[in-house]
């Protein structure tokens, strides 16, 4: 049986986030970004990245007022899926230790077309993380990659978007998709000239936390009525 066919049939049996509560009393949230430079925010004068833009404007105490977060980037530049699923094992516990609600934000992508990983390891590499949080009880979120101004390296990249897409639409793991939304937008395209045509600057990291904040944050953060 190749790994592919494991992972259909791994998703096609699986539960989605069967272990996570949100416990009672007030909340304590640690919340873990893993992921590559766009997670880390490169390129990015403010040195917010969208990451820090995202946390800037999540507010807990709104619907909890004895609730808190805590926020840890743990991005990697040049950092693959397969990094990712090694790294997070190690270093988000440590961050997690003394909470009582972990969350996992997971940002991948643009590095696995840029290494030439194939699709399918990238799926499985996606695969392995959600799997394994949602059977230790973590709750997790998943952030698409971006496209760039190369034509043809974008064509790969909508094909690893579609797929992680689909990964994370089997298991009822929240998936924002960076790379449509910003296709043909002016401002990204403009921010990427400034750069090195693959990181944006201030305004494209600002579309991408508004794209996130925007696609299920606070519903999967459970802080809507």
């Not at 939304?181 to 000239?193: C, E, F, G, I, V």
Request: with cysteine; net charge negative.
């Amino acid at each position: 049986m190749s790994s592919g066919e494991r992972e259909s049939r791994t998703e096609l049996e699986y539960t989605p986030s069967a272990d996570f509560q949100v416990p009672d009393g007030p909340r304590d949230v640690g919340l873990c970004f893993v992921g590559d430079g766009f997670v880390a925010g490169y390129g990015d004068p403010k040195a917010l990245g969208w990451v820090n833009r995202v946390v800037g404007r999540t507010d807990t105490t709104s619907s909890d007022p004895g609730s808190s977060l805590t926020s840890y980037n743990l991005g990697v530049r040049g950092a693959t899926s397969a990094d990712v699923m090694n790294r997070w094992r190690t270093e988000c516990p440590a961050r997690w230790q003394g909470r009582s609600e972990r969350r996992l934000v997971i940002g991948v992508g643009a590095e696995d077309v840029a290494q030439e990983i194939t699709t399918a390891r990238s799926r499985l590499n996606l695969a392995n993380v959600l799997d394994e949080a949602s059977s230790t009880g973590i709750s997790t979120f998943v952030v698409g990659p971006t496209p760039t101004l190369d034509a043809e390296v974008n064509q790969r990249i909508q094909v690893l978007a579609d797929a992680l897409a689909d990964v994370c639409s089997r298991r009822g793991v929240p998936f924002v998709d960076c790379f449509a939304p910003l296709l043909s937008h002016d401002q990204w395209q403009s921010d990427l000239a400034a750069g090195d045509t693959v990181h944006p600057g201030q305004a494209g990291y600002g579309l991408m936390a508004w794209l996130v904040l925007n696609g299920g944050w606070t519903r999967w953060l459970q802080l809507e009525d």
